[in-house]
């Protein structure tokens, strides 16, 4: 009973985590499924999308911190989306008064669910981190794992590199997370691997409510093939080396700040 009692406690705050993708898939539903007046359906989906945000920030379900990483990866997504329509890699058919270059400004809340269910599952489950490599390790490789997006298009694709260099370098860390009053601790490599897996799930459910198409779902829908999985676990790894960068950065502003506030009141 006791292990129930924990496996539902995560189900719940792992829900809770994915409000913000949630919303966007039964958005991308509601709207295929009923013609909305005024506007073109990208353009409702980028108004939803903004009002959402703004009552997540409103309502504390995400604090100004975190849309602060959350507009990072909105931002990053959207440069990652714009070079890949430009190359073909897949499209976005419909009209839209809000689409720049070929790409509606909505998708970029897409790459920004990512980051707000990172946010969010690391302030719920208390996430700790286990023998972190340094960030003269980090940061060079999820850098080289974004660039990597673009420059497999006129060079050789590295990403099998990559990804060994990735289980290199996080071969002894892991990730310590609280349910309830119980700590737990997952290899990092094998969080990487289900939350890439999940996404790519969730990919065929926007491909299928048509939030963008590839070239061979044209014609008619199919599923996404599965070597995008390690496209998309590439990028959990970059969107979780971001996160984590910039919650060590702040951990440790946070402990100085402290440490000179102490030094203050002693004197």
Known sequence: ????????????????????????FVSLAVTQMISLPILPRYDWLLIIFL??????????????????????FH???????????????????????????GVPLYSGFMYASVA??????????????????????VVPLASAIYLNFFTHHYWIDIRWWLSALVIIVFWKSSVSYRINDARYRM?????????????????????FFGAWEYPNQREAWSLV?????????????????????LKQVKGRNAIQIKANQTLIDND
Request: hydrophobic share 55%; with cysteine; net charge positive.
């Open 1 to 24: 009973m006791r292990a129930l009692k924990q496996l539902t406690f995560f189900g719940g705050e792992q829900a809770w985590s994915c409000i913000f993708p949630v919303v966007i």
């Open 51 to 72: 009002l959402m945000q703004w009552w997540m920030v409103r309502s504390g379900l995400e604090t100004r911190d975190e849309l602060k990483v959350i507009t990072l």
């Open 75 to 101: 931002l990053i997504g959207l440069a990652l989306e714009l070079f890949k329509v430009h190359m073909g890699s897949w499209s976005y058919p419909e009209a839209g008064y809000s689409k720049v270059f």
């Open 116 to 137: 707000s269910y990172l946010c969010q599952a690391w302030r719920r489950l208390d996430v700790h981190l286990v023998k972190w490599p340094p960030l003269w390790l």
């Open 187 to 207: 290899p990092l490599a094998l969080s990487f691997v289900l939350i890439g897996f999940f996404i790519w799930i969730a990919e065929n459910i926007a491909t």
């Open 225 to 245: 093939h599965l070597g995008k999985v390690s496209s998309w676990l590439l990028l959990v790894i970059v969107s979780f080396l971001i996160v984590a960068t």
